[in-house]
């Protein structure tokens, strides 16, 4: 008989499996229909428990399939081009804008419109910069809307913002005019006004492109670097520690309760206390949805090194995952912050109850080598996402990695308590600022070097298959090694008894 925690292990695992087929290979909307009801058929028929219990992840999966086929078809090339065309009304932004070279990069959502054609899907506007747009705000306005098309075969442009529930473009609107200000675009702009604070103080407390880098650790996003340092970051097999994730948020999570304890906390409290410290830092950078489910993530991934419990923190981390998907299940495929995230935690969560044991005592060094086994850990569940993501392979990454690892979470923490103290007070950020500085120029400085090493780069394309086998056996060897030390604590045990 399964336990309710295997169950529930099972139905998560069900529907991410479903997500994933109905992402990856689109079956028919018929035949997840046609398995659904035979399931329930089955479980009405032969009403027994084992059986039961047996169909409800097959339910999940069939739901998961459903999810994803569904959500694919309402952003079907066919379909959204019969929505192309003018289109005239009333519109939220519903992202903070982003500040681009010609133009300001706005998400806009129609609430209203003057013809019977109103777009249900969000539309992608590259607004006129002297236009003061904010989260929040009404604008009235004309455009034509396009469909999202793809310039290069290797990007699915179209469906990457698919899964922000982006289904137009509009390169140019007319009759624009920003409508005053109701309560909902008020409290809006609030909520983003300490980002905007903490931006514009990292930005005069360090100089650039450290301060760049400081906003893609902190933030999240390479857009802040130089073309040129972003393409060494790729080539050294680091873009993915400027992007914020899971990781980085575990990292952050143990530096809180460092600090926590340092200032008098009990262990539990100063749990609390990161968690705490968490929340407001996703509020800190705007709380958008990449940070968000970082943010889910890293605390599961947080869970899992300070309880080494497997099991719970995999349960945890997957319900976390299935959550996420039901609310868009085209993250599973399309999102790489999300894969990144996931990976990077599962990764974590997976070297926790080792680590615990094979660092059990005190020495000279532990962090260190605490980070860099938990770096190579992560390498071996990001790196082959990021070869079949990026089509290129860093022999060097590894290196790389370990080297500058441990430094991201002083560099986290020495940039934010600049731009911190500049807010305070600006000259109160020198010291910080400096110690700050070394950190992030030791980053930027290894990842230029390293990306000029001879074959720094090697082109290398994996299919689904390849990424298939890999994490199964991956996860193959979790499982046997895990037993493996099961094994031996049971015997121990029973020669104590003995």
Not at 246 to 251: F, R
């Amino acid at each position: 008989m399964l336990r309710k925690d295997q169950v529930f292990l099972l139905v998560c695992l069900g529907y991410i499996g479903g997500v994933f087929a109905g992402s990856f290979f689109m079956p028919p909307e018929w035949l997840a229909w046609g398995m659904a009801a035979l399931l329930a058929a089955v479980a009405t028929v032969f009403p027994r428990k084992n059986l039961f219990i047996g169909a409800v992840p097959l339910a999940a999966f069939m739901l998961g399939v459903w999810g994803a086929t569904d959500t694919l078809a309402r952003f079907q090339a066919e379909r959204i081009s019969k929505g192309e065309g003018e289109v005239t009304g009333v519109a939220r932004v519903v992202n903070d804008p982003e500040d681009k070279e010609r133009y300001q990069e706005v998400i806009v959502k129609m609430l209203s419109c003057a013809s019977d054609r109103c777009p249900q899907e969000k539309i992608l506007w590259q607004a006129p910069r002297i236009a003061p747009l904010a989260f929040g705000a009404r604008v009235s306005l004309s455009c034509a809307l396009e469909a999202p098309k793809n310039f290069d075969p290797a990007f699915d442009y179209r469906m990457f913002l698919a899964k922000d529930d982006i289904g137009y473009v509009c390169r140019q609107a007319s009759q624009v005019e920003v409508l005053p200000e109701d309560t909902q675009a008020r409290i809006s702009r609030l909520f983003f006004v300490p980002k905007r604070a903490f931006e514009t103080a990292l930005g005069r407390s360090l100089p650039q492109p450290e301060a760049g880098l400081a906003a893609g650790l902190i933030i999240g996003g390479s857009d802040r670097l130089p073309e040129t340092l972003q393409q060494s970051f790729i080539s050294a097999g680091l873009s993915h520690i400027v992007a914020i994730s899971g990781y980085n948020i575990a990292l952050i999570a143990q530096g809180l309760v460092l600090a926590g304890i340092g200032i008098g906390l009990w262990r539990r409290q100063a749990l609390w206390f990161a968690a705490g410290g968490i929340i407001l830092f996703i509020i800190l950078v705007g709380a958008p949805a990449s940070a968000a489910r970082a943010g889910i993530m890293g605390l599961c991934a947080f869970a899992a090194l300070f309880s080494g419990r497997l099991s719970r923190s995999v349960n945890l981390l997957l319900f976390a995952a299935t959550g996420m998907l039901f609310f868009q299940p085209l993250l599973l495929r399309y999102d790489i912050g999300f894969q990144l995230s996931f990976l990077a935690t599962l990764g974590i969560i997976a070297a926790a109850p080792y680590m615990a044991r094979l660092l059990s005592k005190e020495f000279f060094g532990k962090s260190f080598v605490e980070i860099a086994l938990l770096t190579l850990a992560v390498e071996l569940f990001v790196v082959p996402l990021l070869i079949y993501q990026f089509h290129i392979f860093s022999p060097y990454a590894l290196l790389a990695n370990i080297l500058l690892l441990p430094l991201v979470p002083y560099a986290m923490g020495t940039a934010f308590i600049s731009a911190l103290a500049f807010v305070i007070w600006p000259g109160l950020h020198l010291l910080p600022a400096g110690v700050a500085y070394l950190f992030l120029r030791s980053i930027t400085f290894v990842a230029e070097q390293v990306s000029v090493f001879p074959g720094a780069t090697v082109e290398l394309s994996i299919g689904v298959p390849a990424l298939i086998l890999w994490y199964a056996l991956l996860f193959s060897g979790i499982v046997m090694t895990r037993n493996h030390f099961h094994r031996r604590y049971v015997q121990l045990k029973t020669k104590d008894i003995s």
